[in-house]
């Protein structure tokens, strides 16, 4: 059963450029102490520099953890981004995911692909699991510059804001919009990628962006949504986070306040780089559910998933009845929605979407991710291959956002970075944070 939604229910109305006085979070928070009695910055918080005081994210600085540093006395989990990123991959004798066709045993596949993740990551502290300092197995690494705008990184554990769920799209007891989140790591062929277009911390190279076969890349999403109203989540592994305070605001702005609250996971992403699937797009895409979604089995922890489905194609040219061929979609497991026409998309994501046409648009300049309503969305439904720009004469990013949208902000903190004093990087700061989108691009929002 597929609902249309629309994308933008909700969140229309709002607009952040239209939001009455907006101020700094940051500045909000008390973290930075620029005002005109006060000129130059505090001093940030123990534990992490702020990007609001320019010790992160220059040309010549690490790229910042967190959008803000530990609230005071904080004495919890703190996330370090995974940034060393290496010159070459340890070499792997076989990828576990290598024994399946993905074609034709995408479940087995997919399931070899987490526990590739899981290995030395789930740990028996879930505050301390999926931390890459603590594997001893494999190193992960995390993409840079997804730390700024109303959406960017929390510093408890590095999520991001996601997509809002709207009333019924997780369970059909959901009656609250509610606020996810999510962090997303590489292995190692990836983080080696990521390197090379972050090499120059002061000039990304999109042009570097090509995958080798074997990367992973893997993403946690969690919710704020409660059991009581997604009755499947009982049992999740529940991290802490410096989220919106508010988890049914659809639309925050750069006043609303944060505090830690509990997000269950909901979703795990995966998207693998395989050499068998170049004909269509080069990449398979796949996720899980927790507890298998409505009516699923009782259970906890983080292996309590059940595959949603897998694709490694868009289908182009489907007219929506009749078989997909390139989504497999597990019959076991009944969420309200997937994507368009049946083609796979996980809980959180855009029905209007897939995963593979949404990430087919990664690409420098970006370009639009998700079917404009009213548009014929054929185009976003074409098999794009690896390394193919979405639209002519831009560079591809290999099917990865967190490129697109790391260096989309990059280019959008210019002002920032070039600032030529604490007041006036405070300035530019808040010029940027007013013309933010509080949407996610993941929800449609621009990314340039
Ligand atoms: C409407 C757009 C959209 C859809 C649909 C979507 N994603 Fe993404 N995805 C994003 C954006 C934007 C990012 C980068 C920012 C972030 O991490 O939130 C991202 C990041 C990721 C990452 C981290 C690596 C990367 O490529 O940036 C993975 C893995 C991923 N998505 C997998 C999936 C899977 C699997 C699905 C389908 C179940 C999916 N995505 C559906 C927009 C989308």
């Not at 210019?414 to 530019?428: E, F, G, L, M, Y």
Request: hydrophobic letters at 35%.
């Amino acid at each position: 059963m597929t609902r249309m939604i629309d994308r933008t229910a909700g969140l229309g109305a709002l607009s952040a450029r239209a939001l009455a006085a907006p101020v700094l979070a940051a500045l909000a928070l008390g973290l930075v102490g620029a005002s005109q009695a006060q000129p130059q910055p505090a001093p940030p918080a123990a534990g992490a520099t702020a990007f609001t005081t320019g010790g992160c994210d220059t040309p010549t600085t690490a790229f910042c953890d967190a959008l803000m540093p530990p609230t005071p006395g904080w004495k919890g989990h703190v996330f370090k981004l995974s940034q060393t990123y290496p010159a070459s991959a340890p070499p792997e004798p076989q990828f576990p995911w290598s024994k399946f066709d993905p074609t034709k045993q995408p479940g087995e596949y997919l399931k070899a692909a987490l526990a590739y993740f899981y290995e030395g990551n789930v740990r028996s502290s879930v505050e301390q699991s999926f931390d890459p300092t603590l594997n001893k197995v494999r190193v992960w690494y995390n993409a840079p510059w997804q730390d700024v705008g109303l959406n960017g990184r929390e510093f408890i554990h590095g999520l991001t804001r996601e997509r809002v769920s709207l009333p019924g799209e997780l369970a059909p007891q959901q009656k609250k919009k509610w606020n996810n989140y999510a962090v997303g790591f590489y292995n190692a062929p990836g983080g080696v990628v990521i390197g090379q277009v972050w090499k120059d911390h002061g000039k990304p190279n999109p042009a570097a962006s090509a995958f080798p076969n074997g990367t992973v890349a893997a993403k946690l999403l969690f919710t704020t949504a409660s059991a009581a109203e997604v009755p499947f989540l009982k049992g999740s592994p529940t991290w802490n986070a410096y989220v919106y305070a508010n988890p049914n605001d659809p639309g925050p702005t750069p006043t609303s306040p944060r505090k830690a609250l509990p997000v269950r996971l909901l979703q795990i992403d995966i998207a693998v780089k395989d050499d068998r699937v170049a004909a269509t797009t080069g990449w398979v895409f796949g996720t899980f559910v927790y507890g298998g979604g409505p009516g699923g089995p009782a259970g906890s922890g983080w292996t309590n998933v059940a595959p949603v489905g897998v694709m490694w194609g868009n289908d182009p040219g489907f007219s929506g009845s009749g078989t997909l061929t390139q989504t497999w979609l597990n019959p076991a497991v009944h969420i309200p929605h997937v994507g368009f026409q049946g083609r796979l998309n996980g809980p959180v994501d855009n029905p209007a979407s897939s995963c593979i046409s949404c990430h087919g648009t990664a690409e420098i300049p970006a370009g639009v991710m998700v079917p404009p309503g009213g548009q014929d969305p054929s185009r976003w439904f074409q098999n794009i291959k690896s390394g193919q720009p979405f639209d002519a004469g831009r560079q591809s990013t290999d099917y990865s956002l967190q490129i697109e949208v790391g260096i989309s902000n990059f280019n959008k903190h210019q002002p920032v970075v070039n600032a030529t004093s604490p007041q006036d990087r405070t300035i530019q700061l808040r010029k940027v944070l007013e013309g933010s989108d509080p949407r996610s691009p993941r929800d449609g929002a621009p990314t340039h």
